[in-house]
């Protein structure tokens, strides 16, 4: 692979797509391809049908894997490959956080088994950069941005953290952990300066 994967990762109102619409309108990363999870195919269309009913959580699961899968061979192998850098707004990590919190009842160590299911297939990110911020806060933000996800709940987001913040202690070598409770310009600056450093200009050399 010659290109960089970059992903962003967080719980639900932790500023990601707001520094992701950022950084597109960026001339210094206008060499990256943007991307997200779930995807906007007829797969990530499946996903967003569960999220918006009570799916059985393992058929919810096994529908988002399969939105990963089908962005893996459409867009970031032959992206990764032609030598393009891609910043991905969430990816697997949001899996491991989300599904192993949903599965919690149902397996032991359900972030485990959700990470044990992407490999031999997956590809990787580079750098993961998790946005750290507290439920309350991230909760209160996306108060009046009108439809919610089910998924945007206290408790809930609780343990979507701290699920992140074990994935990223145990692979500190991947993950950046930025506080993502400051003022936008700083979030920003600090977001745009570890992703220059990690694809340079942004463009393919
Ligand atoms: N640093 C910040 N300070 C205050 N408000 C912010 C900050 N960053 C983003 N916001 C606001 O918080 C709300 C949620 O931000 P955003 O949609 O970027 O989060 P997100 O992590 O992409 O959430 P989701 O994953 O649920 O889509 C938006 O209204 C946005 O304008
Ligand atoms: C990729 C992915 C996402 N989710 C959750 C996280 C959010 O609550 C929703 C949709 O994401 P958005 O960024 O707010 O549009 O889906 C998940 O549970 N598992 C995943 O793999």
Same mark, same amino acid.
């Given at each position: 692979?010659?290109? +960089? %994967?970059?992903t962003?990762?967080?719980i ?5 797509s707001t520094?992701c ?6 001339l ?9 999870? *779930? ?7 499946a996903?967003?049908? #569960?999220l918006r009913?009570?799916?059985?959580h393992i058929?919810e699961?096994m529908l988002f894997l399969?939105d990963?899968?089908d962005?893996i061979?459409?867009l970031?192998r032959?992206? %990764? ?8 707004d969430?990816y697997s990590?949001?899996?491991?956080a989300y599904?192993?919190a949903t ?5 032991e160590d *359900? %972030?485990?088994?959700?990470?044990? %299911? ?7 990110p580079?750098l ?5 911020i507290d ?8 108060g ?6 089910k998924?945007?709940?206290m408790?809930?987001l609780k +343990? ?7 994935l #990223? ?8 952990v930025?506080?993502a409770?400051?003022?936008l310009?700083?979030v920003?600056e600090e977001?745009f ?6 694809v340079?200009?942004g463009?393919?050399e």
């Amino acid at each position: 692979m010659k290109g +960089k %994967l970059i992903t962003l990762e967080g719980i639900d109102g932790s500023g990601k797509s707001t520094i992701c619409r950022l950084l597109q309108d960026d001339l210094g990363f206008e060499g990256c391809i943007f991307t997200r999870e *779930p995807t906007t195919s007829w797969f990530g269309d499946a996903v967003n049908r #569960a999220l918006r009913s009570d799916t059985d959580h393992i058929a919810e699961l096994m529908l988002f894997l399969a939105d990963h899968a089908d962005h893996i061979s459409r867009l970031i192998r032959p992206s %990764l490959e032609n030598g393009d850098n891609i910043i991905s707004d969430r990816y697997s990590a949001s899996r491991c956080a989300y599904q192993g919190a949903t599965l919690q009842d149902i397996f032991e160590d *359900p %972030l485990d088994w959700v990470r044990f %299911l992407h490999k031999g297939w997956t590809i990787d990110p580079d750098l993961i950069i998790l946005f750290d911020i507290d439920p309350e806060v991230a909760v209160k933000r996306c108060g009046d941005r009108g439809e919610r996800s089910k998924f945007e709940k206290m408790e809930f987001l609780k +343990k979507v953290r701290s699920n992140y913040l074990r994935l #990223a202690a145990e692979e500190p070598g991947r993950f950046v952990v930025v506080n993502a409770d400051r003022p936008l310009n700083e979030v920003q600056e600090e977001v745009f300066r570890i992703i220059a450093h990690a694809v340079g200009t942004g463009n393919k050399e």
